[in-house]
Structures are given as C-alpha cells and as structure tokens.
C-alpha cells in the first residue's frame, strides 16, 4: 500500500492558486468580516480540508492572498531626475491601485488593519514593505547626489505621500488620478524636498 | 383627549443626541455592516420606533452621526505665513483623527464609502468638504498675495495631502503623528507650493 508523501509536496499549487483567488474575490464581494473558510472553499470547488491542510485560520490564509497582490519586481526607477522619478513612482502607485484584484479591497483591507494584529503585519511586511523600501531607495540615491537633505522624518513622510495621496483620491473622493495629478505630485515633492 | 403635536417639536433632542452617540459606538464595535437599528435602539435604551421618528434607515441615521463627528468651527488660520498656516492646518487634523469618537471609526467609514452612495455623499458633503474648504481658504490667501501658484489641481492636491498622510500614518502605518511630523510636512507643501 503507497501513502502519499506528507507535506509541501503534496500541495498543488494550481489549487492554492485558485483558493487565493476565490479569497480575494470573497473579500471583495463581503469584506473580511463575513468571509469564511467554507464560503472561500465553496467558491474554489474544494473541499475545507484542502484549506486547513495549507493555513491554520482565515488570517493567515487572507495575508497569503494579499501578499499575492503585487510585490513590484522591477528595480526602483531611474529617471535621471528626482522629479522624474518620483513620477514613476506615482505612476506605480496608479497602476497598482486600480488594478481589477486591488482596488475592490484596498479599503476593506485598511479597515481590518485595525482589527487583526496579524494581517496588518503581513499588510506591513509583505505589501507595503517592498513599496516603501522602493520608494526609499529613489529618495536614498537623491540624498547621496546631495539634492535632498537627509532627514529621516521627512524621506518617510514623503514616501507615505507617494502611497497616501492616489489612494485618498480614488477611494475617499471617488475621484481619477490623471496625469496632470501625478505631474503635480511628482513637481509639488521634488520642489518641497529640494535642499 | 389631547394629542402629542406631530413633526419635530416631539423629538427630543437630548434622546437624538443618545441615539447618535449609541451608532457612533455601535460603528466602532461591530462596523457598518453588522450595525443594525435594533442594535442601536438597545444600546441607547429606546424602542426602535423611537429611530424609524427621526430616520428612514441605517443609512440615513448613520449619515447623521458622521455629520456630527467635528466640522471645524474656528475660520481658517491666519498665522501671518503660509506654513504656519499649514501647520495649523495639520495639527487640526491630527486632533479631529485622534479624538475618541473618529478614531475607531475612520478606517470603517471609508470603506463603507465604496458600497454606500448616499454615505459618500454624506461624508463628503457634511464631513470632509467642510475641512477642504477650510483648507482651501488658507491656499487661496496665498494665491491672493502671490506666493503660491493659481493651479487647481496643484491646490486641491495640498487639500488631500494634508489629510490624507496624517491618515495614513496613524490608520496603515500604526504609528503616532507627532510635532516633527508635522513641522516636515508644513514644510514640505509651502516649499514645494512656492512660486
């Protein structure tokens, strides 16, 4: 009698695919609150078991799903400028945003933030982390140059702008982000960085 | 036989404050999906008839409370200079986003902007536009004497900013807006604003 090897190897990763997929479109359509394992399982054509055999909860299966949500693989830009980078960052930040997968949760997920010590974590680490540390290092190269004053609260500060500013845009005003917005964005913080 | 007079004159104003207060903490605990008008009459010790007197529904009810969560009262700052103005500006959000009532709420209610139209409307109308005109004024000045271009979006772009990187750095982040945080970021907007 064979029986089938026991851990990683037995978890296609076709289905943990399809089950992150189902997740991100629970939360879309319910928000965290009321999405559940049996709704995700449901959703995804399997059973709970196939869930608990990869996540011990809803929390760590949610933070999986959004860690999926787009880590920027690309190098941090290099415009030739501190203005044109900064616009290619907003640029990122507008393309990501609206992506179909993003924009229906970003605000259900910044909700819970709140709530689940555990998923703002994840939200930290593994989504806004790489952003920010993207947006960092662009800053970082400009303080090198001597364009900009190395000041830790105020390279934060701008990069929570980069992120903060689109968002609040879209989601609370309900507004577009063209490009004469992120033309202004990218002027407004290269001219106030200026040393 | 003598009967109660109809329309306002019956609503007691102080049993409306109690109701307000009970959706305001109601809001905070379970969120405005599982806040119901029967949740909110016993938490404020009423009976339901007492609510559907002064609201058609949750919406509209809820709309009432946000509306009374601090629209700004004081006219705009007038520091002599426009990033003591900003300042100003800055500190007085920090306030309103840390008072007892707003702070457990803010990340729910602009989530529930998305799915809640008449919300949104609300919000925008009674709650945010109240601050953005505010805001806007002490930009406008600035435009009067000069210093700061006559660029709407470059304009309305401050107006979010100002709002929206206090938000972000306290709801997403977890971490505290302090003094120096807002010294950088009136700093930031008048030098970058600066014709």
Redesign the interface.
Same mark, same amino acid.
Do not use: E, K
């Given at each position: 009698m064979t029986r089938e090897p026991a851990g990683a190897a037995v978890l296609r990763p076709d289905l943990t695919d399809a089950v992150l997929d189902a997740v991100l479109q629970e939360f879309a359509e319910v928000?965290y609150?009321?999405l559940s394992m049996q709704r995700v399982a449901t959703r995804a054509g399997v059973g709970k078991s196939a869930l608990y055999r990869r996540w011990p909860g809803k929390e760590e299966m949610v933070a999986d799903a959004m860690a999926r949500l787009g880590v920027p693989e690309d190098p941090p830009p290099d415009t030739g400028s501190l203005r044109g980078d900064l616009r290619a960052l907003g640029e990122d930040m507008r393309a990501w945003l609206t992506t179909p997968a993003v924009r229906?949760v970003t605000? $259900?997920l910044?909700?819970e933030? =709140?709530r689940s010590p555990g998923l703002?974590e994840v939200f930290?680490s593994a989504l806004?982390g790489p952003r920010r540390r993207r947006a960092r290092a662009v800053l970082d190269a400009a303080v090198r140059r001597g364009e900009v004053p190395d $000041?830790e609260? !105020?390279l934060d500060? %701008?990069v $929570? %702008?980069l992120?903060? =500013?689109p968002?609040?845009?879209m989601? %609370?005003?309900?507004e577009e982000v063209d490009d004469?917005?992120l033309d202004?964005?990218a002027?407004? !913080?290269?001219?106030? !960085?200026?040393v």
């Open positions: 928000g609150g009321r229906p605000s $259900d910044l909700a933030l =709140a703002a930290r806004a $000041d609260i !105020l500060l %701008v $929570d %702008v992120g903060s =500013a968002y609040w845009r989601t %609370v005003l309900g004469g917005y202004r964005l002027g407004l !913080l290269a001219q106030g !960085l200026a």
